[in-house]
């Protein structure tokens, strides 16, 4: 039985909890604000003058990179990779084990809550602000922003799973360095966050398309600036969904692992 | 009615030989190395209900690592444990509602969440009813004072405080019973007197059953009847705690301050072991010789400025027990 209530208690509290670091909120405001700079002047310099390049405008590619800034954001408002390797090492993962309720999922739930709490407070007002004032292209039906949502949701799921997992591995590591730079590799690349897929040389194309971290940045940011348009949506939902359950099982199996690790070598 | 049963519990570690890299990463959850250390060597004990027993032994004994398996958060390599009808590693969120727990060493609570809200997070994770989580809060903040710090983050808790609001943390729920691993560990005298009549009424009132372990004796002499003293991982005594200290507390030693230096002092059934100026540390058995005996003696000779009598304390019984085994400890013990 799935107790909706406790999980949400969660939610909520991580909610309150982050009103309490309103530092942390807008020095990662910050930092978001500066790489958006950064990356829209790079991309300002690249297409040089240029009013298309690979198929697309110079104002959908500024788009594209305002979104991705903003989808940074959401996932990173998250319980990062860092935090988790450190719950690992303290043994607040462990000892969660003595409690009434699925580790994994809890930690899902909480992050419901802070992000909510920096969409709201932070990254929403900005980026309305952005839109208002820049000549960005918006979607204009009301269900590609829907399924961009939804996009962006399930991408927020394949991540969450996939850098849980990369965090839980230090049950079984004393060095996670590799690891580390592995995930964030994946993640600003592999994931089309900085330079869209369509850029990438065909063989690094096809391999980016056939990983799951597209499905977090390239997919839903393509919905949204309308590179991806009517049933090639459905497909790419379907491949973001497959991807969900893939990651979501990918966790399921180095929790397992990891919390057997736990029972049986005390951690 | 026992309501903890273990029988042969036996817990090795494998000590696993860490890999590096990513890609060991990706070895070792495949397979791994070990070194097996065994730190719970066949163990077997049965609590009643409401019981508060003391489970002692020294460092590294095995006592944190029994309690872990009480919790379910370790799996026996072989053996058996029940936990209110319950198999601990079998069900283990099943007996999380059954059981209470504090580790003296770490906090249970959220590290950054503000003392109060931990609180209201383990209510609804237990599903604590509002009366009966009000009512437990009440009581629990008038004998703890928990009010003083109740809105303070955990991370900014003094260590008393700290096990404070662990220990009402782990009692929210009305568990039946209560594990205490060292809950008095770097309490000043006035948190551990405190400590000691909370747990003790709580036992008391709700006939909570409760396993303690601790290193200061005190606790287990204000709080236990029984104790059950491991070493090694092994069983050395389970039993009331007033026949180790009928069998083994005999000796006593009288200290003697006499008005004049004296070269020597020669006594009946009595056996001085260390001087010092004109203090002597005299050994007698209770049995041989009492006290008073012994005094009459020595006023014969000297005059007597001021004097002690020490029974020895548990303490130092106990720590014999460990030096030379339960069964080879000779009755006289010189503690
Ligand atoms: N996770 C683990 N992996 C390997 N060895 C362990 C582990 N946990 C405990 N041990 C070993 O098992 C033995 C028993 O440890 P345990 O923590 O149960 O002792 P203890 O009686 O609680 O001691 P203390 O009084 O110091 O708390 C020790 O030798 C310890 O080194
Ligand atoms: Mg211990």
């Given at each position: 039985m799935f107790r909706f209530r406790l999980y949400w208690t969660f939610t909520k509290k991580a909610f309150l909890r982050s009103a309490v670091y309103r530092f942390d909120v807008w020095s990662r405001l910050g930092s978001n604000l500066i790489f958006l700079l950064m990356w829209g002047s790079i991309w300002t310099a690249l297409y040089a003058g240029r009013e298309e390049a690979g198929g697309v405008s110079f104002e959908s590619m500024l788009t594209y990179i305002v979104v991705s800034q903003f989808l940074t954001g959401v996932n990173g408002a998250g319980t990062p990779l860092w935090e988790i390797q450190e719950k690992v090492r303290t043994g607040d993962i462990s000892l969660e084990l003595m409690r009434p309720f699925d580790v994994p999922l809890r930690y899902l739930f909480a992050d419901f809550g802070s992000v909510a709490f920096y969409i709201l407070t932070a990254l929403l007002p900005l980026y309305t602000v952005m839109f208002i004032f820049m000549d960005l292209t918006l979607p204009s039906a009301w269900e590609t922003w829907a399924l961009f949502i939804v996009s962006a949701f399930i991408g927020f799921l394949i991540r969450y799973c996939i850098e849980m997992s990369f965090g839980l591995l230090s049950f079984f590591l004393v060095e996670t360095g590799g690891i580390v730079d592995v995930f964030y590799f994946a993640m600003s690349l592999l994931s089309g966050s900085?330079?869209?897929?369509?850029?990438?040389p065909g063989w690094l194309e096809t391999m980016a398309l056939y990983l799951p971290f597209q499905g977090i940045y390239y997919i839903p940011n393509a919905i949204f600036i309308g590179k991806i348009t009517g049933e090639e949506i459905l497909l790419s939902l379907g491949v973001q969904l497959f991807w969900a359950v893939s990651s979501y099982l990918l966790l399921r199996f180095v929790w397992n692992r990891a919390s057997q690790k736990v029972v049986v070598q005390g951690g | 009615m026992p309501v903890i049963e273990v029988e042969h519990l036996m817990k090795d570690f494998m000590i696993a030989k860490r890999e590096t890299g990513f890609l060991g990463a990706v070895k070792s959850l495949v397979k791994r190395e070990h070194i097996k250390k065994e730190a719970v060597k066949d163990i077997s004990f049965s609590i009643n209900e409401g019981e508060m027993v003391g489970y002692i032994g020294p460092n590294g004994a095995g006592k944190s690592t029994t309690i872990k398996m009480l919790t379910g958060i370790l799996v026996p390599t072989s053996g058996s444990v029940k936990v209110n009808g319950i198999i601990p590693y079998e069900n283990r969120q099943e007996n999380a509602k059954n059981i209470g727990v504090v580790f003296g060493q770490r906090?249970?609570?959220?590290?950054?969440?503000?003392t109060i809200e931990s609180f209201e997070l383990l209510k609804e994770i237990y599903q604590v009813p509002d009366k009966r989580y009000k009512e437990n809060m009440d009581t629990f903040t008038e004998i703890l004072g928990l009010d003083e710090f109740l809105s303070t983050p955990v991370r900014q808790l003094s260590l008393g405080q700290r096990m404070r609001a662990d220990i009402a943390a782990s009692l929210l729920h009305d568990p039946p019973i209560l594990f205490l691993d060292e809950p008095t560990i770097g309490l000043d005298v006035v948190a551990k007197e405190k400590m000691r009549t909370f747990i003790k009424e709580i036992n008391k009132e709700r006939s909570i059953t409760v396993i303690l372990t601790t290193h200061d004796m005190e606790d287990i002499e204000k709080l236990c009847e029984r104790m059950i003293l491991i070493d090694h991982g092994q069983k050395v005594y389970d039993g009331e705690i007033a026949v180790v200290k009928e069998r083994f507390g005999k000796t006593r030693t009288l200290i003697v301050d006499l008005e004049e230096s004296s070269r020597s002092l020669k006594l009946r059934g009595g056996e001085v072991f260390k001087e010092e100026a004109s203090r002597f540390w005299i050994r007698f058995n209770r049995d041989d010789v009492s006290a008073s005996g012994l005094i009459a003696q020595i006023t014969e000779t000297h005059n007597i400025k001021d004097l002690t009598v020490e029974e020895p304390a548990i303490e130092s019984i106990i720590s014999r027990i460990y030096q030379e085994g339960y069964q080879d400890l000779p009755e006289t013990v010189k503690v």
């Open positions: 900085v330079i869209p897929l369509w850029f990438f | 906090t249970q609570l959220w590290w950054d969440l503000p």
